[in-house]
């Protein structure tokens, strides 16, 4: 199993990046690899690529990052014209081997390969009933839940097989699914993990993020649309509307964290958008400071938008080792207090008597933002001024972002007057919630009174319930109030 640093648990972590193409004539392997490589973000703990070549498929996953688990070798070995790729961060289901993707499943007629972003809220029913049929699985992952449900599905063809699965599926999916002959791209009704449609020299090339498009010079063309499923074979490209569009609710954690700056999200880009929060945020919590510095690099756009709106100079007051990953070495009880050290180290010279606005993406329990708290401290900072691009994650996600539980998330039991003696700050303020809704370019709650964002993970409004076993309880942040049922 691989280990994490104490640092990698204090923060908000993606499930998945996939990416997939369709391309007689070009390295397909190589290409998917490229893919990968760009959506490394999404996903550290293990990397897949299923191949084929129009008779058979192979399917090469490992535990590691994109780099550490690919050889020029292995990508000779991987013919075909058609790849699909997965990179993988655990949620559902724990970190090994079997839970690495894409999953490879097969029936009488056809195999398939799946690769999934999202998670699945009713995983252990659906898994439960495959099971009294006969089902038998080699992981605990809610994806080969959904292989499964498309193998075992008596329909005729992959489409009807594909539509038939996902009417039984509950939660958040971007899915990529590769059979010997056809490429399939599906986004769950809602639309919240993202999926985009690409083309390179003719070919159809999806990924999650349009990064994954242009790193293989490949022009994005739209985004999947929610409940769509699009089938690219020798034919061409059909789109099929399988699921009606619910509202929809796109993560708005993509715009603030998961996503990568470079890409763009709702025509929007994702750098941009971060600008703007920043913006939003000097707006809303001024405050006298000698320089803004961001905590690297989640924090670098948005810090970089505060400085410009606030006419506060900006400045890099933190360095980062940017080749840290995910480790497979055991760190000792010595390596681990280090923590956020082995990531970030001060530069006493920018800082040095300097009254500080420090602008960051989330926080989550508030240990990595006391520790940077006290690093600015030591090396010298007059005033440390916390300012942070999204409002207090209270809730946990249900939808492929691994937030934390409830009672870990220090939002929901202390208020923000008490997570700024926690950290040690002079001050602390957040951007509200309409401020982030009006930075990434949309309206807090639209005309029909639909919000077009899942802001869940701060305002507990979940856009697909939530089954009652994981009823969630509020807390409440006064002493003696009676707790309150959310649900
Ligand atoms: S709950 Fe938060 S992290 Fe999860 S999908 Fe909604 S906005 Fe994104």
């Not at 025509?267 to 000698?290: C, N, T």
């Not at 008597?353 to 602008?359: E, I, P, Q, S, T």
């Amino acid at each position: 199993m691989l280990d994490r640093l104490d640092h990698d648990f204090d923060t908000v972590h993606d499930e998945c990046g996939v990416f997939g193409i369709y391309a007689p004539g070009e390295a397909v392997a190589k290409l998917t690899y490229y893919g990968l490589y760009a959506l490394q973000h999404r996903g550290q703990e293990s990397a897949g690529i299923a191949v084929s070549d129009g008779d058979n498929t192979m399917v090469f996953k490992d535990m590691g990052l994109v780099s550490q688990v690919f050889t020029e070798r292995d990508l000779t070995t991987l013919q075909g014209h058609i790849a699909i790729g997965h990179v993988r961060y655990s949620t559902t289901g724990s970190t090994n081997w079997e839970n690495a993707q894409p999953v490879h499943k097969a029936n009488e007629n056809w195999s398939l390969s799946l690769g999934h972003n999202g998670n699945l809220i009713n995983t252990n029913e659906l898994r439960r009933r495959l099971e009294r049929h006969g089902s038998e699985f080699q992981s605990s992952s809610d994806s080969e839940v959904i292989a499964e449900l498309i193998v075992t599905s008596r329909r005729k063809t992959i489409e009807a097989s594909v539509r038939d699965a996902v009417s039984h599926i509950k939660g958040a999916y971007s899915l990529v699914i590769m059979t010997d002959e056809k490429l399939i791209g599906v986004r769950d009704p809602y639309g919240i993990r993202p999926l985009a449609l690409g083309q390179m020299n003719g070919h159809y090339v999806l990924s999650s993020e349009t990064c994954g498009l242009d790193v293989i010079g490949a022009d994005f063309l739209r985004e999947i649309l929610p409940g769509e499923m699009v089938v690219i074979d020798a034919k061409g490209l059909n789109s099929y509307q399988i699921l009606e569009a619910a509202a929809p609710s796109l993560c708005i954690f993509e715009f603030v964290y998961l996503a990568r700056p470079d890409s763009m999200i709702y025509g929007r880009s994702v750098a941009a958008a971060r600008k703007q929060m920043g913006r939003e945020l000097a707006r809303e919590a001024p405050v006298e400071a000698d320089l803004v510095i961001p905590v690297p690099d989640s924090g670098n756009n948005a810090a970089q938008g505060y400085a410009e709106q606030s006419g506060i100079p900006y400045g890099e007051g933190f360095v980062k080792n940017r080749y840290i990953g995910r480790t497979f070495i055991q760190p000792s009880q010595t390596i681990r207090q280090l923590g956020i050290r082995l990531k970030l180290n001060p530069l006493r010279e920018v800082i040095e008597g300097k009254r500080l606005v420090v602008v960051d993406d989330s926080i989550v329990r508030g240990n990595t933002s006391k520790k940077l708290v006290q690093m600015l401290r030591k090396a010298g900072a007059k005033e440390v001024h916390m300012r942070i691009s999204s409002p207090p994650i209270e809730w946990p996600c249900f939808y492929g972002i691994d937030t934390a539980e409830r009672k870990d998330l220090i939002a929901a039991n202390l208020s923000v007057e008490r997570i700024q003696n926690f950290l040690g700050a002079d001050s602390l303020k957040y951007i509200s919630h309409a401020g982030l809704v009006k930075a990434v370019g949309g309206v807090e709650v639209g005309d029909d009174g639909v919000r077009p964002f899942c802001t869940a993970c701060f305002d507990g409004a979940y856009p697909i319930p939530i089954p009652s076993r994981l009823k969630i309880t509020k807390l409440s942040l006064e002493k003696g109030k009676k707790a309150e049922t959310l649900f």
